[in-house]
C-alpha cells in the first residue's frame, strides 16, 4: 500500500513538472471595436433633453394622448417623429395651434424617438407635462 501511494505522488509530481516546463500558450485578444458617435449625434440636445425628460420629468407616449393632450391643451410640449402619418402631425400641430402649445419636429424616426425614450417600441408622439431637469422647454424657445 505504501508502495502504490509513493508512485501515485511520483506520478502526479512528474504531470505538475511536465506542465511547469511547458511553455504556456499565448492567448489571442480580441479587438475591441467601438463605434465613435459623428458630431451630429454628440450635438443634439433635443435627444439629450428628451431623455432627460423622460427620466427626470413627467411625460406619456403615444398618438392618441398626443392628440387629446393637444386638444384640450393639458400638455406643455409635443414632440412628434419625423416619419409619423401626415395627417396625424396636420391633427397635432392645429389642435396644438388652438391651445397654444408649442410642436417640435423630432428629426429622426419613430424607432429612434422610442429608443431614445429607452422604450423597445416606437414612439411617434411625445407628450411633455413635466420638463423635470431637463431644457426641452428653453429648445423651444430658440
Known sequence: ?????????????????EIETKKPRKKKEK????????SKEKE???????????ETGKVEFGK???????LLGKAKLLVVAKNAPLQLQEDIKYYAKLSKIPVMQFEGTSLKLGSICG????????????????DILELVKK
Open 64 to 70: 392618441k394622448t398626443g392628440l387629446k393632450d393637444s
Open 1 to 17: 500500500m505504501a508502495e502504490e501511494k509513493e508512485e501515485i505522488i511520483e506520478e502526479e509530481v512528474e504531470e505538475i513538472e
Open 31 to 38: 479587438k475591441v471595436v467601438r463605434k465613435r458617435k459623428s
Open 44 to 54: 443634439n440636445p433635443l435627444s439629450r433633453a428628451v431623455r432627460l425628460a423622460v
Open 119 to 134: 422604450k423597445p417600441y416606437s414612439v411617434s408622439v411625445l407628450s411633455v407635462y413635466d420638463a423635470g431637469s431637463s
